[in-house]
DNA sequence: GTGAAAGCGCTAACAG
DNA sequence: CTGTTAGCGCTTTCAC
């Protein structure tokens, strides 16, 4: 049934070990251990491990050491998918962990809650270092027993209230109402926004960032000035439709995301809403497709490699020592990009 | 030093293994085991047994299992950079893994060759079950003596000739030349390209294409007309430049992938080069920018989920039985969108 | 079917 | 410093 297992076979002729090593250099498999681990050790010995490490073509089986120690130098990262946002964090994050000789396992759940159960699961069964992931809603219930176990988690972009775990966030209320504060700089009274998903962290920030310009300015904004984009191109596009139908129209808009500024664009586009003519646009969430429109859309910049930075350290502090300091929660400041699509109020 | 371990501390207390559910069910390990991995087992046993896992909260140690079994169900992903190419690549394959039980471990390299050596340092001693990556030039030298070692490897992108392992490209150079028709369907004789890196397949491929449909249609293409983009945006810009600057500049130009066509965008537009009246342009590689700019680009669409797709499924077929098929190479075709950046020729 | 037992490759005591 | 040794949690013989 089986193929002879000629010497010299295609199939993998087993790997040496370090009791190869060992005995290769005439030393205790404890000294290699040890040298590998970076102790010291005996010069002499040194010299024949390495020899022997070197003739042998000997490589660590990191799955006995993660067995062994419970730590798999591994780091999951749980994200909805991977659109720029997401893939530029985790480019970054693979950049950081590096450094410290980790690498990150990536999973797509897609929403699903059965997908987050499954990624968590996978991750756990791993015994990976930690997790990063982006604080959805559905991940809620399933992630406290994993934490309670002992898993080490760390939020970043939206949250997830009431668990016990460090968070990254970017300032979302902050840079928001100094975005809407820049079109209300620019004159603009008839400021309007179209806002994400009311159930994420992120959107609430948002529009109270908006809000609190609005309102620090004296412009009052009516209801129908702040529409539900769902964080979604489509929900940009009928959102400044509905916006602009409006029988007293705004003069600016802020839009929430990425996305959803796209489909906003394309609406505008087809319409022949000339900006910022007809109608000055900030975005949050600022993408290279932004700087090659024509004109070039004003936004707000999330510092990616920041966030990634921010996470890693804070990973690096929680896993040195998991007891020692309490959760942390740390926001970053964004810039904002001007550029074309927001200019003075026309009249 | 160390703080009195409290029953009920908070760090770990250990997590219940199969010895603990083996007791608790009353059976011997090797039938949890049995169980475990879908064997079959008496059924008041089985009972009793899934009944100690849920009290306990058990969970299997992937490590473990990993050592033992010398097989991950984790694959190791390799890329200079997660540009939105090849994260499109990396969310497709993680959903198609995860159908399978495994998940994709990340790694960038960044073009720098100690870095992709220890990537593949990683993703070996980790005995990942194989490694998908970008064929980059500067990963041959490392990367034979991994899969001499029994490291299963698929090459997707690029081309690193030489080295048996199983690849999935696109069709780059009949996309290519079916790009180029389209602009000689327009009436277009003076067609140039903005060409890649040359010692990259993919650059290579395209270059072919083009030069392919020029000839087929009896276009003759003066070398002025051929100028290096090296892939990046800056090379676009002053490609564009230097062929629009040309005595008799082209009236239509095919731009090898998405960075050099943003590049040449930037110049057209601040040369007031309006598109498709001034020049045609076709570029290979869509992104959602191409879309929403004005006129639309004119693009090759490179099919990322059919490219994951193939990967996962060439990735199953190897693993399944790793000796026992020739290896293989798969081109799929790409689509061409069409859009508003070419037009008839002028005049 | 099942239990007992032998490792997988490594680390971390431990005694020298 | 070094060698010896006891496991880490699991799979997989091997008898029964």
Redesign the interface.
């Known amino acids: 049934m089986y193929?002879d297992q000629q010497p010299g076979d295609?199939?993998?002729e087993r790997?040496p070990t370090i009791v190869d090593v060992a005995n290769r250099a005439g030393v205790a498999i404890g000294t290699v251990s040890r040298h590998l681990n970076g102790q010291s050790v005996r010069m002499s010995n040194r010299d024949q491990i390495e020899r022997a490490i070197a003739e042998l073509?000997y490589?660590?089986?990191?799955?006995?050491v993660?067995?062994k120690t419970?730590t798999?130098h591994?780091v999951g990262f749980m994200v909805p998918?991977?659109g720029?946002f997401h893939?530029?964090i985790?480019?970054q994050l693979?950049?950081k962990m590096?450094l410290n000789?980790r690498?990150?396992?990536?999973?797509?759940h897609?929403m699903k809650p059965h997908?987050v159960r499954?990624?968590l699961?996978?991750f756990?069964?791993?015994?990976v270092d930690a997790v990063v992931m982006d604080g959805e809603d559905v991940v809620r219930a399933d992630l406290l027993?994993y934490i309670e176990?002992?898993l080490v988690v760390a939020l970043y972009d939206n949250d997830v209230e009431g668990i016990p775990v460090d968070r990254v966030f970017v300032d979302n209320r902050r840079a928001s109402a100094r975005a809407v504060d820049h079109l209300i700089d620019l004159g603009h009274r008839r400021v309007a926004t179209i806002r994400g998903n009311e159930r994420d962290y992120a959107a609430r920030e948002r529009l109270a960032g908006f809000r609190q310009a609005c309102d620090a300015r004296g412009v009052v904004v009516p209801p129908e000035y702040v529409v539900h984009g769902n964080w979604g191109e489509i929900g940009g596009y009928f959102g400044i439709r509905a916006l602009m139908e409006l029988a007293e129209p705004p003069t600016a808009i802020f839009s929430a995301n990425y996305n959803m500024t796209?489909g906003a664009?394309?609406w505008a586009?087809e319409n022949g809403v000339v900006l910022p003519r007809d109608l000055s646009l900030v975005s949050f969430d600022d993408?290279?497709?932004f700087k090659?429109?024509?004109p070039g859309i004003t936004a707000v910049e999330q510092p990616i490699e920041r966030l990634a930075d921010t996470l890693s350290s804070v990973l690096d502090a929680r896993l040195a020592d998991?007891?020692v300091m309490g959760r942390r929660e740390i926001k970053v400041e964004c810039n904002i990009i001007l550029r074309g699509s927001t200019g003075p109020v026309q009249q």
Not at 59 to 64: D, L, P
């Open positions: 193929q295609d199939r993998h790997q073509g490589r660590r089986n990191s799955t006995a993660a067995m419970d798999s591994i998918s991977l720029e893939a530029g985790l480019e693979t950049r590096r000789g690498a990150v396992l990536s999973f797509c897609d997908l499954e990624g699961e996978f756990a069964s791993h015994r027993p176990k002992g796209i664009l394309t586009q993408v290279p497709a090659l429109h024509n998991p007891a």
